[in-house]
Every structure is written in C-alpha cells, then in structure tokens.
C-alpha cells in the first residue's frame, strides 16, 4: 500500500531548511522524499499544498496516570490527545500505581499500551523502589523490559550518593538518569506553590526559589562530570538552570536537558487568574489553580533565559510533562491542588507562538519537538527520510483557533490557556503511514 | 465607592478606597451607640443568616462577628471543620456550596490555605468576607485597627507604623500595609531577616505601598507613632526562622525598656492573641499607650457595618 505525501514544505529532520518536497510512503515506511513523479496509478494522494509536512512529535516526559489514576487519564484517552497534539511517539513516566519500578510493572503496562494506545509509548522506569528514593532499582531489567530512562519525577533525587551511584549504573545500562530538580530544603521543606518572589509574598504562599532547581541541577551536573553517567535535567524554569548549563557544555559535560511548552510561554502571572492577571488588584479569579505545576511558571526573564538556552543549543528538547488532573484536583485551593498542566493538545499552538514572535525560528522548534528527542531515545523515529518508519504530521501553520477545555480528548481538563487564541494547528497524524487523527474527522479508532 | 456600588465581597483591603474605609468608620459610630445603648439588638438583618465557616482555631474574630450579627437579629450558625462533613471527606467547595443551599445570606470564612476565600467566592453567589486567610489577609482586623486609631488618635495620614515580628507569615500585617498605606501612613517592617517578607518592596507594581524594612529594633522604634506587635507564630513554620525563645525575645520584643527607643506618643496594637513575655511584656500590653483593649472593643462595630454593607437594606443615612 502506497501513499503520497504532495507539495508539502517539508521539515525532514535532517537538514535545518524547510523545502517543498513529496514524501513517498510504502507499507507504513517511508521509502523517498524529494520531487517524485507518480506513475504507479494504485497510490493514495495527500495534497500537503501549504502545509508544513514534519516528522511527528516525539514527548520524552508525560504523565498517562494509568494503571491507578484512571480517573485523571487513560492510556486511551492520553495517546488520542497525544496524536490531536502532533505527537506520534511518548514516554510515560513511572507515576502510576503501581510505579514502574520492576520488570512486573513494566510488562503490565507495555501490555495495556499495546491494547488501548494508538501511538507509539516507552515506559520510563523509576529510578528507586517506589520512587521514594532509597533503593535503585534492578535497572539492567527494566531496560531488556523496554524502559527508555529512569526518573523518580516528582520526587527529585536528594540522595546525592543515590544519584552518585545511579549515574555511575547508567553508563553500563546505556539509558539516562532523568531528574526533576528542586531541593526541598530551599523549598520551604517542598511545601512551595508558585514561583517565589513578590507575588508569592502578595499572595501569601509559600514560593519556590529558582536556587531550589538550580542548586540540584549544579549538583547533578558535577556528579555527571564525576561519573561520566547519562544524565538528562527535566523541566528546566530558571535563568540560573540556563547558567548552569552553559556551565556544563563549557566544560564539556555531557547531559541533555528539556523545557516545558508553558515554561517557555506563560508566567507566574497566570495565578492571578488566565484572563485576568493585574498585579495591582487582585480579583477573585486568583489563586488560579489550573497555573500550579511543578516546576512553578515563572517570570518574564526566566522565559528570556529559557529562550536563548533553546537557540544556544543549552536546551535541546521540549516535552510537555503533559499532567492530567481530575475535577476535584483542582477544584480546591492554591494549597491543596495538584501540580500539573494538561499539555499535549495545547503544546504546538503555545511553542508556535514563539516563531511568530520571532523569538525561535520554525526549523529549531520543530528539532526540538522531533529529532532531538528522538536522538534522545536513540530510536529510528524522529527524521523524514528513506527507512523511518512514517510517522508524520501534516500543519497547517495559519490555521487560528481558540483553546476550549471541553473539546480536549484528554480527561485532563485542566489548562490555564482557556480562551487563549492560537495560530497553527495540527491537520493530520501518521503513525506508521496510518492516520491516527485528522482535525476534521477526528480519531480513527 | 462603595456607598454607591454594592460591595460584593470582602476579600482584602485592596477592594477599598480611603473614602469607602471612612464610609465604614461612619457606619460604625452609628453603631457605636446601639452598642452603648440599654438594649443591645436591633431589628436590622432580622431574617438574614449568616454563617462563620472556621477551619482554624479562634476566638475573638469568631466571636466578635457572631456577636455583630445577633446584635443585628441575624441568625447566626457557626461551622467548624472539626466535627463538620470535613472529617467524613466532603471537600471543601462541596462544604461551602452546601452552607450556601442551606439559605446562608453570607458566609464567614476562615482558612489555614491562604486564597481559600478567593476559591470561594468565585464558585458561589452569595457574599463572602475573608476573616483571616493563612499568610495571606485579615480585612477586618485592619479595619478594626484603622477605626481603633482614627478613633483614639484621629487622622492616620503621615503617621509612621511599625509592625513588629513575622511578618514572613502573618496575614495581619499584610492587609495592614495596604489599609493603612491607603489612609496615607507609612509602614516599616521590622523583624529578624528570616521572617521579613523583603519581596513586598521588590515589585514592579505602581500602587503597591512601598515598605521599609529592618531588623534593628531601635530604628524601627525611633520615629513610630504607632507599633504594631505581631503574634510569634509558632503553629507556622516558626522553629527553623530563628534560635529560640531566648533570643527572639532579646532582640525584639516590646518591654517598658525597648519602649524607651519610641517617642513618647506611641501608641501599641496587637491583633491578638498575645504571647505575653514573647513579642510583649503584659506592662506594656495594659499601660495607658495600649489601644489592645479598644481593639477588641471596635471589633463589633466594624463586623457590624461590613454585615449590613454587604446583606443589609440600610443605607449609612436610615440606619
């Protein structure tokens, strides 16, 4: 079975310049690019005439909540919001119940993915016993298992010799130790809410120092040029994160990082309230529960630093930490409400928003959001050429519309961008030549 | 102004202008006299209910509103979250939705979760007053504060005031700097480093009242009209942001011989309740510069004219 991508401008993965280019796809792989002739007649035609044409979105950190929170999200739901987004391939974390933290648990779920996911998802195992950062895990079982990396996210690592030795593990194990930085000691004993600063103090909460997430990640840096390990920095939000990287690629220290869609684009601000965010009266609509997550939205020149580390190659990856809550998690106070922004379908329209601001070119955000990820992985994904497997979205980069919650596939209604209007939005999503979504008839399957 | 526009709510002191808080004063010394008068009750919000919803321990706010409103004819219920649905796990919107089904006209809230009364008011139809929100606001205890000084020392604009203690973490202090900055004093912060919530003053807000700060006791007294002594909270995360008792006590707290470092005119407030021989000497809590006393005094009539502000059919002139 044969299909024809046509005419579309065509980001391959490979070269940093989009071209007008077909790509040709054969039993769900693709087998050319370029200007094609069609002579075969048996060929299915898809006219990509003013689109973007890009290898599908690869999320290296989201949060699927099942097996144990079905309530917030399912391996259903997550990988069809997944595909509505663009992405093709994710990587679930270990925050489950059960965590995957054994070869047991990581079956199980590889197993449910298999029945339920209509994309391509990695289990990332945790790094310790339940994720509560005493024992390490059996790592060399969990990758034959499949895991792609281990990460305790959401607890950071504060063992410095429970880090120490994992880095040293991973080298034999060939898969990185991917960390959630923040010392809870800096963090008020990890009872902090929102970003720390004049509006915390405004507000009466308790903040989180960006030094909470810097002085981790310096740690974790010195212990990776001690080690040599495979280390990867989750979620960077702080100007001083940014230093500490440029830091580690001056002195030639191996580590990938990544930053989030709403880390880049929206600030601490939103707390106020997503439509309403006037420092000098606060309305009722603060204490904006939609806006707490982990790492905290911070400040204008925070997404300054965020910004350039993307465009110095500081920061090589965006992956949504996609965090679906249920209704009552965030139906409460500031205090008491969950951590976490539900992202993947939000996630193209937000980054979009910093190549129409001219603030990262189209070809850089589209890296990062594929080859660099999948580079990441170390899987043959993430690139439009002969061999790969063709996993593709098809964006139409003018298309404009407007965020509302409950057209979300996700069960996770919970985003700060309400009523926020974007421009570009994703048309179509082949997993391995297959369309999964298209934006006018929806799922297939 | 609120004398024209209906106040839907009271959530901070930030809502007022310096013409609605003199509104209020006003509201209140006509109050004054029912409160003086023979027979304390008037028929004012007969057939209105107000409930206090207090998720924390407290006496003299709860007390003090329920007072105003039975003084008023209201029927007033009071909830705790111990021994509510709380303890059976309802949430809390359900709690208060459910005090709202009920028929409550207004409801009192008090939070350990700073925001609470945001969350609130914003899921609900019927007005809420904020009477104390973790480290966030305390609207009418600032109230009662101004009210308790225009009494006793008339106007507020230019006078200098010091609020003493953690101010890191105190709700009290927070609302006072945006009340008494609107009636035109000045505030100084004073406490040790680890409890000065030295961020207020870094903002890049235009009427956000700018606040001096030290941690140097003698400077903060020396040109005060007012001090403000702040409970030592020590239910709040007070162990790690200082040594001990001890040195707290030596450094900061307000004695007949720390007092020396004020001008003479100095009046003292203290939102209670006191840790005596903590943050105040009971010489100083019961000596002639004390307005402590009128403190709890005013409270019922500033409670009194925010419940018939906000639910009542009176007018400052047909009261």
Known sequence: ?445 | MIADNKLNNLLDIDQLSKNDILYIFEFAEKLSSILNGPVKKVPVLRGKTVINYFSEPSTRTRVSFENAGKILSADVINVSSSGSSDEKGESFINTVQTLESIGADILIIRHSDSGAPYFVSRNIQIPVINAGDGSHAHPTQTLIDLYTVYKSIGEIEGLNLTILGDNIHSRVSRSAVLGFSTMGAKVTFCSPTTMNANYLSENDVNNYPSIMYTSNLKDALSDSDLIMTLRTQFERKASLVFPNINEYTRMFKLSNESLKYAPDKARILHPGPMNLGVEIDGYVSESDRSLINQQVMNSVAIRMALLIILIGEHTLDSI
């Open chain 1, 1 to 445: 079975m044969k299909k024809i991508i046509k005419n579309g401008k065509v980001y391959d993965g490979i070269s940093d310049k989009i071209k007008q280019q077909d790509v040709l796809i054969t039993d769900g792989v693709i087998t050319d690019v370029g200007n094609i002739d069609i002579s075969d007649g048996d060929i299915e035609i898809i006219d990509a005439s003013n689109y973007i044409v890009s290898p599908g979105f690869i999320d290296i950190h989201s949060h699927l909540r099942e097996p144990g929170y079905e309530y917030k999200e399912t391996i259903a739901t997550g990988t069809r919001a997944a595909s509505k987004g663009g992405f093709t391939t994710i990587c679930a974390m270990p925050t489950t119940i059960p965590a995957l933290d054994s070869k047991d648990s990581i079956d199980y779920f590889k197993d449910l993915c298999k029945q339920r996911s209509i994309i391509k998802v990695h289990p990332i195992g945790a790094v310790t016993i339940n994720r509560k950062g005493k024992e390490i895990v059996e790592m060399q079982s969990l990758v034959d298992s499949g895991v792609i990396g281990f990460s305790d996210d959401g607890e950071p690592i504060h063992d410095s010799n429970i880090m120490r030795m994992s880095l040293e593990y991973s080298k034999m194990v060939s898969r990185p130790i991917m960390n959630h930085c923040d010392d809870r000691g800096i963090n008020y004993r990890g009872e902090g809410v929102m970003n720390d600063g004049f509006l915390a103090q405004r507000l009466g909460c308790s903040g989180i120092p960006n030094a909470a997430e810097a002085s981790m990640l310096s740690r974790d840096i010195f212990l990776t040029e001690l080690t040599g390990g495979l280390y990867h920095a989750c979620h960077i939000s702080a100007a001083q994160s940014v230093d500490v990287l440029k830091i580690a690629k001056e002195r030639g220290i191996n580590y990938s990082a990544e930053v989030t869609p709403h880390h880049l684009t929206i600030t601490e601000d939103f707390i106020l309230g997503s439509d309403d965010q006037n420092r000098e009266q606060i309305s009722e609509n603060a204490y904006n529960t939609f806006a707490k997550v982990f790492p905290p939205l911070r400040t204008k020149s925070d997404i300054q630093s965020l910004i350039e580390g993307i465009n110095s190659d500081l920061i090589s990856i965006i992956a949504t930490d996609h965090a679906p809550h249920g209704y009552e998690d965030k139906m409460t106070t500031l205090n008491q409400a969950d951590f976490g922004i539900s992202n993947f379908e939000t996630t193209l329209g937000s980054v979009l928003q910093l190549f129409y601001s001219k603030d990262i070119k189209l070809e850089k955000l589209l890296k990062c959001l594929t080859s660099n990820p999948a580079e990441f992985l170390g899987k043959k994904l993430g690139k439009l050429t002969k061999g790969y497997p063709a996993d593709i979205v098809i964006i139409d980069l003018n298309k404009e519309w407007e965020v509302n919650i409950s057209d979300f596939v996700s069960l996770g209604k919970n985003s700060p961008l309400e009523g926020t209007n974007f421009k570009g939005k994703i048309l179509q999503t082949f997993v391995d030549g297959e369309i999964v979504y298209s934006d006018d008839k929806g799922h297939n399957g």
